[in-house]
Protein backbone atom coordinates (compact mmCIF):
# COMPACT_ATOMS: atom_id res chain seq x y z
CA UNK A 1 0.00 0.00 0.00
CA UNK A 2 1.49 2.81 -1.35
CA UNK A 3 0.83 6.23 1.25
CA UNK A 4 1.52 9.37 -0.44
CA UNK A 5 -0.40 7.85 -3.65
CA UNK A 6 -3.82 7.76 -0.77
CA UNK A 7 -5.97 10.43 -0.52
CA UNK A 8 -8.91 10.65 2.19
CA UNK A 9 -12.11 10.16 1.42
CA UNK A 10 -14.10 9.95 4.85
CA UNK A 11 -12.85 10.14 8.44
CA UNK A 12 -12.75 6.79 10.18
CA UNK A 13 -14.94 5.29 12.66
CA UNK A 14 -12.30 3.45 14.73
CA UNK A 15 -13.22 0.36 16.52
CA UNK A 16 -10.61 -0.47 19.03
CA UNK A 17 -9.40 -4.06 19.78
CA UNK A 18 -10.05 -5.08 16.34
CA UNK A 19 -7.20 -5.84 13.77
CA UNK A 20 -3.22 -5.55 14.07
CA UNK A 21 -0.39 -4.16 12.13
CA UNK A 22 0.43 -7.10 9.98
CA UNK A 23 3.78 -6.73 10.41
CA UNK A 24 2.37 -7.38 14.13
CA UNK A 25 1.03 -10.84 13.47
CA UNK A 26 1.54 -13.71 15.45
CA UNK A 27 3.70 -16.54 14.12
CA UNK A 28 0.60 -18.24 13.64
CA UNK A 29 -0.84 -15.55 12.01
CA UNK A 30 1.80 -15.68 9.57
CA UNK A 31 1.51 -19.19 8.92
CA UNK A 32 -2.35 -18.68 7.94
CA UNK A 33 -1.57 -15.44 6.04
CA UNK A 34 2.45 -15.12 4.70
CA UNK A 35 4.71 -15.42 2.05
CA UNK A 36 8.00 -16.71 1.42
CA UNK A 37 10.09 -16.14 -0.88
CA UNK A 38 12.10 -19.15 -2.19
CA UNK A 39 15.07 -19.50 -3.90
CA UNK A 40 14.14 -22.26 -5.87
CA UNK A 41 17.04 -25.52 -6.36
CA UNK A 42 17.72 -26.87 -10.02
CA UNK A 43 15.89 -30.16 -10.04
CA UNK A 44 12.47 -30.48 -8.39
CA UNK A 45 9.17 -29.16 -9.84
CA UNK A 46 7.50 -25.85 -8.42
CA UNK A 47 4.67 -27.88 -6.73
CA UNK A 48 7.53 -30.13 -4.96
CA UNK A 49 9.19 -27.30 -3.58
CA UNK A 50 5.71 -25.43 -2.16
CA UNK A 51 4.99 -29.44 -0.49
CA UNK A 52 8.45 -29.31 1.09
CA UNK A 53 7.47 -25.55 2.51
CA UNK A 54 4.51 -26.87 3.70
CA UNK A 55 5.98 -29.48 5.26
CA UNK A 56 8.95 -27.80 7.16
CA UNK A 57 6.60 -24.92 8.51
CA UNK A 58 4.11 -27.54 9.85
CA UNK A 59 6.63 -28.77 12.84
CA UNK A 60 5.93 -25.21 14.56
CA UNK A 61 2.44 -24.50 13.37
CA UNK A 62 -0.45 -25.67 11.25
CA UNK A 63 -0.41 -24.63 7.55
CA UNK A 64 -3.14 -25.82 5.60
CA UNK A 65 -2.04 -25.31 2.26
CA UNK A 66 0.90 -23.58 0.37
CA UNK A 67 0.81 -22.77 -3.42
CA UNK A 68 3.36 -21.01 -5.10
CA UNK A 69 3.31 -18.24 -7.75
CA UNK A 70 4.52 -18.46 -11.30
CA UNK A 71 5.97 -22.48 -12.64
CA UNK A 72 9.51 -22.34 -12.94
CA UNK A 73 10.83 -25.67 -14.90
CA UNK A 74 12.63 -27.98 -12.53
CA UNK A 75 15.82 -27.38 -14.38
CA UNK A 76 15.71 -23.22 -13.65
CA UNK A 77 16.27 -21.85 -10.38
CA UNK A 78 15.81 -18.58 -8.43
CA UNK A 79 12.52 -16.83 -6.73
CA UNK A 80 9.58 -18.72 -6.50
CA UNK A 81 7.00 -17.10 -4.08
CA UNK A 82 5.37 -19.30 -1.54
CA UNK A 83 1.71 -18.18 -0.15
CA UNK A 84 0.49 -20.09 2.99
CA UNK A 85 -2.92 -20.43 4.09
CA UNK A 86 -5.35 -17.63 3.04
CA UNK A 87 -2.30 -15.94 1.25
CA UNK A 88 -2.59 -18.89 -1.51
CA UNK A 89 -5.96 -16.67 -2.87
CA UNK A 90 -3.92 -13.93 -3.50
CA UNK A 91 -0.66 -15.79 -5.43
CA UNK A 92 -1.38 -14.86 -8.90
CA UNK A 93 -1.63 -11.19 -8.23
CA UNK A 94 2.37 -11.24 -8.64
CA UNK A 95 1.57 -11.70 -11.85
CA UNK A 96 0.61 -8.34 -12.24
CA UNK A 97 4.27 -7.05 -11.87
CA UNK A 98 6.79 -8.28 -14.27
CA UNK A 99 9.44 -10.63 -13.77
CA UNK A 100 13.29 -10.80 -14.44
CA UNK A 101 16.06 -13.50 -15.44
CA UNK A 102 19.24 -14.23 -16.55
CA UNK A 103 19.62 -16.42 -19.00
CA UNK A 104 22.13 -18.37 -21.15
CA UNK A 105 21.70 -18.70 -25.17
CA UNK A 106 23.62 -21.05 -26.89
CA UNK A 107 24.26 -19.98 -30.49
CA UNK A 108 24.45 -23.22 -33.33
CA UNK A 109 26.86 -21.36 -34.93
CA UNK A 110 28.83 -18.56 -34.12
CA UNK A 111 27.49 -14.68 -35.13
CA UNK A 112 29.44 -11.56 -34.99
CA UNK A 113 29.16 -9.69 -32.11
CA UNK A 114 27.41 -6.77 -32.97
CA UNK A 115 24.75 -8.61 -35.16
CA UNK A 116 23.67 -10.28 -32.01
CA UNK A 117 23.60 -6.97 -30.37
CA UNK A 118 21.29 -5.18 -33.07
CA UNK A 119 18.78 -8.44 -33.11
CA UNK A 120 18.79 -8.74 -29.54
CA UNK A 121 17.34 -4.81 -29.56
CA UNK A 122 14.53 -5.71 -32.21
CA UNK A 123 13.19 -8.07 -29.39
CA UNK A 124 12.44 -4.98 -26.94
CA UNK A 125 8.45 -4.48 -26.65
CA UNK A 126 6.05 -6.36 -27.93
CA UNK A 127 6.86 -9.82 -29.32
CA UNK A 128 4.90 -12.91 -30.67
CA UNK A 129 5.24 -16.29 -28.70
CA UNK A 130 3.15 -19.80 -28.76
CA UNK A 131 4.26 -21.47 -25.41
CA UNK A 132 6.06 -24.26 -25.64
CA UNK A 133 4.53 -27.55 -26.13
CA UNK A 134 4.75 -29.13 -22.29
CA UNK A 135 3.92 -25.82 -21.01
CA UNK A 136 0.69 -25.95 -18.82
CA UNK A 137 -1.25 -23.53 -20.98
CA UNK A 138 -3.20 -23.64 -24.36
CA UNK A 139 -0.94 -23.43 -27.37
CA UNK A 140 -1.99 -20.57 -28.85
CA UNK A 141 0.10 -17.01 -30.28
CA UNK A 142 -0.12 -14.30 -27.78
CA UNK A 143 1.37 -10.77 -27.51
CA UNK A 144 4.10 -10.39 -24.44
CA UNK A 145 6.19 -7.31 -23.81
CA UNK A 146 9.74 -7.60 -22.68
CA UNK A 147 10.61 -4.46 -21.12
CA UNK A 148 14.25 -4.47 -21.13
CA UNK A 149 17.37 -6.96 -22.47
CA UNK A 150 20.94 -6.24 -21.75
CA UNK A 151 23.79 -8.81 -23.08
CA UNK A 152 26.06 -9.24 -19.97
CA UNK A 153 28.61 -11.25 -21.69
CA UNK A 154 29.42 -13.08 -25.18
CA UNK A 155 31.66 -15.62 -25.07
CA UNK A 156 31.80 -17.48 -28.44
CA UNK A 157 28.43 -19.49 -29.17
CA UNK A 158 27.19 -18.48 -25.70
CA UNK A 159 25.46 -15.31 -24.93
CA UNK A 160 24.46 -14.56 -20.98
CA UNK A 161 21.41 -11.90 -20.94
CA UNK A 162 19.17 -10.04 -18.28
CA UNK A 163 15.60 -9.97 -19.11
CA UNK A 164 12.75 -8.07 -18.19
CA UNK A 165 9.56 -9.23 -19.27
CA UNK A 166 5.47 -9.30 -19.11
CA UNK A 167 4.54 -12.27 -16.94
CA UNK A 168 4.04 -15.37 -18.60
CA UNK A 169 6.58 -14.62 -21.21
CA UNK A 170 8.88 -17.87 -22.19
CA UNK A 171 12.22 -17.33 -21.90
CA UNK A 172 13.26 -20.70 -23.71
CA UNK A 173 10.34 -19.39 -26.30
CA UNK A 174 12.56 -16.25 -26.82
CA UNK A 175 15.64 -17.98 -27.25
CA UNK A 176 14.80 -20.32 -29.95
CA UNK A 177 13.29 -17.26 -31.65
CA UNK A 178 16.41 -14.94 -31.16
CA UNK A 179 18.07 -17.95 -33.16
CA UNK A 180 15.95 -18.35 -35.23
CA UNK A 181 16.66 -14.49 -36.08
CA UNK A 182 19.91 -15.06 -36.45
CA UNK A 183 19.81 -17.53 -38.99
CA UNK A 184 21.38 -20.01 -37.09
CA UNK A 185 19.34 -21.39 -34.35
CA UNK A 186 20.11 -21.44 -30.39
CA UNK A 187 18.34 -23.08 -27.27
CA UNK A 188 18.42 -21.84 -23.67
CA UNK A 189 21.24 -23.69 -22.01
CA UNK A 190 20.51 -22.03 -18.31
CA UNK A 191 18.10 -19.85 -16.66
CA UNK A 192 17.60 -18.20 -13.49
CA UNK A 193 14.79 -15.86 -12.11
CA UNK A 194 16.12 -12.99 -10.59
CA UNK A 195 12.44 -10.95 -9.88
CA UNK A 196 8.77 -12.26 -9.47
CA UNK A 197 6.50 -9.69 -9.03
CA UNK A 198 7.88 -7.06 -5.89
CA UNK A 199 10.02 -10.33 -4.74
CA UNK A 200 14.06 -10.16 -5.70
CA UNK A 201 16.52 -12.76 -5.04
CA UNK A 202 18.04 -10.74 -2.50
CA UNK A 203 15.48 -11.59 0.06
CA UNK A 204 14.73 -14.97 -1.01
CA UNK A 205 16.06 -18.35 1.16
CA UNK A 206 16.97 -21.55 0.47
CA UNK A 207 14.79 -24.50 1.80
CA UNK A 208 17.53 -25.72 4.20
CA UNK A 209 17.88 -21.98 5.54
CA UNK A 210 13.98 -22.07 6.10
CA UNK A 211 14.83 -25.27 8.01
CA UNK A 212 17.27 -24.33 9.67
CA UNK A 213 14.92 -20.90 11.12
CA UNK A 214 12.21 -23.84 11.97
CA UNK A 215 14.53 -25.27 13.83
CA UNK A 216 15.98 -22.64 15.63
CA UNK A 217 12.54 -21.44 16.86
CA UNK A 218 11.60 -24.76 18.16
CA UNK A 219 15.07 -25.23 20.13
CA UNK A 220 14.93 -21.39 21.45
CA UNK A 221 11.54 -19.78 20.94
CA UNK A 222 13.35 -17.25 19.71
CA UNK A 223 11.18 -16.00 16.71
CA UNK A 224 13.42 -13.18 14.70
CA UNK A 225 14.61 -15.76 11.88
CA UNK A 226 10.90 -16.99 11.09
CA UNK A 227 9.92 -13.17 11.00
CA UNK A 228 12.62 -12.75 8.41
CA UNK A 229 11.47 -15.21 5.77
CA UNK A 230 8.02 -15.19 6.33
CA UNK A 231 6.88 -11.97 4.90
CA UNK A 232 3.15 -10.74 5.75
CA UNK A 233 0.60 -11.80 2.74
CA UNK A 234 -0.09 -8.04 1.79
CA UNK A 235 3.31 -8.01 0.21
CA UNK A 236 1.46 -9.63 -2.65
CA UNK A 237 -0.40 -6.92 -3.32
CA UNK A 238 2.15 -3.56 -3.43
CA UNK A 239 2.09 -2.99 -6.96
CA UNK A 240 -1.68 -2.77 -7.04
CA UNK A 241 -3.67 0.59 -6.08
CA UNK A 242 -5.48 0.73 -3.30
CA UNK A 243 -8.32 1.43 -1.61
CA UNK A 244 -8.52 1.98 2.51
CA UNK A 245 -11.80 1.00 4.15
CA UNK A 246 -13.57 2.23 7.33
CA UNK A 247 -13.33 0.16 10.48
CA UNK A 248 -17.20 -0.31 10.19
CA UNK A 249 -16.99 -1.77 6.82
CA UNK A 250 -14.52 -3.93 7.10
CA UNK A 251 -17.03 -7.05 8.38
CA UNK A 252 -19.48 -6.81 5.53
CA UNK A 253 -16.43 -7.45 2.71
CA UNK A 254 -15.11 -10.16 4.46
CA UNK A 255 -18.22 -11.31 4.33
CA UNK A 256 -18.18 -10.95 0.20
CA UNK A 257 -20.26 -7.61 0.05
CA UNK A 258 -19.27 -4.97 -2.33
CA UNK A 259 -18.12 -1.70 -0.93
CA UNK A 260 -20.01 1.28 -1.20
CA UNK A 261 -18.72 5.04 -1.53
CA UNK A 262 -19.77 6.20 2.10
CA UNK A 263 -17.36 3.03 3.24
CA UNK A 264 -14.22 4.64 1.70
CA UNK A 265 -11.91 5.65 4.08
CA UNK A 266 -9.21 6.81 1.83
CA UNK A 267 -8.10 5.96 -1.68
CA UNK A 268 -5.39 6.02 -4.21
CA UNK A 269 -5.41 9.01 -6.29
CA UNK A 270 -5.17 7.05 -9.57
CA UNK A 271 -7.39 4.04 -9.23
CA UNK A 272 -9.51 3.90 -12.71
CA UNK A 273 -13.18 2.41 -13.59
CA UNK A 274 -12.60 -1.54 -14.37
CA UNK A 275 -9.09 -1.55 -12.69
CA UNK A 276 -8.13 -4.71 -9.80
CA UNK A 277 -7.47 -2.76 -6.75
CA UNK A 278 -6.86 -4.45 -3.27
CA UNK A 279 -9.03 -3.35 -0.55
CA UNK A 280 -7.63 -2.80 2.97
CA UNK A 281 -8.33 -1.68 6.32
CA UNK A 282 -6.74 1.30 7.81
CA UNK A 283 -4.25 -0.49 9.75
CA UNK A 284 -2.79 -2.03 6.46
CA UNK A 285 -4.47 -5.26 6.41
CA UNK A 286 -5.72 -6.95 2.88
CA UNK A 287 -9.65 -7.99 3.39
CA UNK A 288 -10.20 -8.48 -0.22
CA UNK A 289 -9.57 -7.95 -4.29
CA UNK A 290 -11.69 -5.83 -6.45
CA UNK A 291 -12.85 -4.11 -9.54
CA UNK A 292 -13.01 -0.32 -9.24
CA UNK A 293 -16.86 0.45 -10.87
CA UNK A 294 -15.65 4.73 -10.79
CA UNK A 295 -12.54 6.74 -11.07
CA UNK A 296 -11.03 8.05 -8.22
CA UNK A 297 -12.06 11.00 -9.27
CA UNK A 298 -15.73 10.00 -9.44
CA UNK A 299 -15.59 8.14 -6.10
CA UNK A 300 -13.70 11.93 -4.15
CA UNK A 301 -16.38 13.14 -5.52
CA UNK A 302 -19.78 11.19 -4.75
CA UNK A 303 -21.50 11.01 -1.78
CA UNK A 304 -23.16 7.52 -2.42
CA UNK A 305 -23.28 4.44 -5.25
CA UNK A 306 -20.77 1.22 -5.54
CA UNK A 307 -17.28 1.81 -5.95
CA UNK A 308 -15.86 -1.72 -6.00
CA UNK A 309 -17.29 -4.77 -6.72
CA UNK A 310 -15.37 -7.60 -4.35
CA UNK A 311 -14.16 -10.23 -6.42
CA UNK A 312 -12.06 -12.11 -4.05
CA UNK A 313 -11.90 -12.31 0.21
CA UNK A 314 -9.36 -12.95 2.16
CA UNK A 315 -9.94 -11.86 5.83
CA UNK A 316 -11.94 -14.33 7.79
CA UNK A 317 -15.51 -12.99 8.40
CA UNK A 318 -15.44 -11.63 12.17
CA UNK A 319 -11.96 -10.63 12.69
CA UNK A 320 -13.81 -6.85 13.02
CA UNK A 321 -17.17 -6.06 14.75
CA UNK A 322 -20.23 -6.64 12.32
CA UNK A 323 -22.26 -3.63 11.92
CA UNK A 324 -24.88 -4.35 9.45
Not at 249 to 272: C, F, T
Not at 286 to 312: C, F, N, P, W, Y
Amino acid sequence: MNEKDLVTKNSNVILKGYGIDPQKRSIEGLLSMGVIIIDKPSGPTSHQVAGWVKEILNKVGEVDKAGHGGTLDPSVTGVLPVALGRAVRGIDSILLGGKEYIAILRLHSEVPEERIRAVFREFTGDIYQTPPVRSSVKRELRVRRIYAMDILEINGRDVLFRVESQAGTYIRTLCVDIGAALGVGGNMQELRRTRSGPYSEKIAVSLQHLRDVVENYKETGDEHGLREVILPAETLFSRMRSVVVKDTAVDSISHGADLSVPGIHRISRRVKKGETVAVYTAKGEIIAMGTAEMDAKQILSRSSGMAVKTVRVFMEPGTYLSIW
